[in-house]
């Protein structure tokens, strides 16, 4: 089985630009969560969506957002690209909202914003 | 927010056991608690998680206090495969925290 898949694997952007990231579940994860991971530290929680719908969000400004579409994989959007959103952006995949059976993340895509 | 503390960095000789703490005061019934490691450039793995008992899985063993106010991360016999950042994490409906890790260390 894949695992789960995120692309791009890098991208640079431009400050002030817009960035969609797209992620891939495994197949028959339902739940998608989505973090930054910033050089040196731990990621940082953004989002989770379950069954479509929004579960929990992180501390982020509203320049983030993402979605989920029916058949679970996901993206996440960023406007206005500031310099310090430079990170690496990391998506886990879970059979269930509680992550009962642990969590599947990505290799991530690497934002580079100059 | 679900908080887990543990040290920054810990060395241990290779095929010696290793023992990663972790401490989560604030944990609620509910949570779970899982390990994952990450290697640089790379998205955290999967080591183990439990809820109550101890566990134990080809990687690892997870030991988890009574009152689960803390836990263990055990690997038998280190190698220097296992060389990577250790993330303690409790697993909450709608959000899961990560700290920052503890680097584990491995001499050969």
């Known amino acids: 089985d894949a695992g789960v898949t995120q692309s791009p694997t890098h991208l640079i952007k431009t400050r002030g630009q817009q960035v969609t990231l797209r992620c891939s579940p495994i197949?028959?994860?339902?739940?998608v969560s989505w973090y930054q991971q910033v050089l040196g530290q731990g990621p940082q929680f953004i989002f989770q969506?379950?069954?479509?719908?929004?579960?929990g969000r992180g501390n982020f400004p509203d320049r983030f957002s993402a979605r989920q579409f029916p058949n679970y994989s996901s993206e996440l959007n960023v406007n206005a690209l500031l310099l310090g959103d430079s990170a690496l952006y990391l998506c886990?995949?879970?059979?269930?909202?509680?992550?009962?059976?642990?969590?599947?993340f990505g290799s991530g895509t690497r934002l580079t914003v100059v | 927010d679900a908080k887990t503390t543990q040290p920054n960095s810990m060395e241990s000789n290779e095929e010696e056991p290793v023992h990663l703490p972790c401490n989560h005061s604030?944990?609620?019934?509910?949570?779970?608690i899982h390990w994952y490691r990450q290697l640089p450039s790379q998205g955290p793995e999967y080591v183990i998680h439990g809820l109550t008992s101890n566990v134990n899985n080809r990687m690892a063993s997870l030991a988890i206090a009574e009152d689960r106010k803390s836990s263990t991360l055990i690997l038998h016999r280190a190698t220097l495969r296992d060389a990577a950042v250790y993330y303690c994490?409790?697993?909450?409906?709608?959000?899961?925290?990560f700290g920052d890790g503890t680097t584990l260390t491995v001499k050969p």
């Open positions: 969506y379950y069954e479509k719908e929004e579960r």
């Open positions: 604030t944990i609620s019934g509910t949570d779970y």
């Open positions: 197949s028959g994860h339902k739940s």
């Open positions: 886990a995949s879970s059979r269930d909202r509680l992550a009962n059976y642990g969590y599947t």
């Open positions: 994490i409790l697993a909450r409906a709608g959000k899961s925290t």
